[in-house]
């Protein structure tokens, strides 16, 4: 899915049904550049404030109910499922996203809300996150991709596990 298209249904959404669009904890953003050449620009302009616990890091946004932390890395790349790739009933495709994750990727970005006492909430407030670093992103013509989480991806069909990789939000501003 293109970002461009993952920010107008995120907008348009209604908070009950945020999670139908993985909005949920420990969402993932991988982003194509060094941690360094976006990290302090995003914190001032989007005023998050540091945590005390990783001031160069971690930051809470401008309401402070989502914990977002930097970091150097995106990690081995993920699909952000429950199942390795191997156990998937369309593993060869898996492979090909886990593949592009884990060359075009080089830092990342995980949003957690401070608390879950309100399930709406929490979604509303990681959601306009993303739609904050999804424009930055666009602006700053920064590769991002964001592998949605929870079941929404899944499908079962004949006991086996298909994940649904239309959802998988890609922005690449040097490919066309």
């Known amino acids: 899915m293109k970002l461009e298209e993952f920010l107008a249904e995120l907008k348009a959404c209604p908070d009950e049904s945020l999670r139908e669009l993985g909005v949920m904890n420990n969402f993932a953003i991988f982003l194509g550049a060094e941690l360094e050449t976006f990290r302090e620009e995003i914190t001032k302009r989007f005023e998050y404030t540091p945590a ?5 890091y971690s930051f809470y946004n401008t309401n402070n109910l989502i914990y977002i932390h930097f970091s150097n890395s995106a990690g081995k790349g993920q699909l952000n499922c429950p ?8 593993a060869e495709e898996g492979n090909k996203h886990f593949n592009k994750q884990r060359q075009n990727y080089k830092s990342s970005i995980t ?3 401070e608390s879950v006492v309100n399930d ?9 996150v993303i739609f904050q670093l999804g424009l930055f992103a666009i602006e700053k013509s920064i590769p991002l991709c964001m592998p949605p989480r ?3 991806t899944f499908e079962v069909r004949n006991n086996k596990f298909f994940y649904d990789f239309s959802k998988i939000v890609y922005y690449e501003p040097n490919i066309v």
């Open 52 to 56: 005390p616990f990783d001031k160069q």
């Open 83 to 90: 199942l390795s790739c191997d156990n998937l009933a369309n």
């Open 111 to 113: 949003l957690h809300p």
């Open 120 to 128: 709406h909430l929490y979604r509303r407030s990681i959601s306009d």
């Open 150 to 152: 929870g079941l929404a």
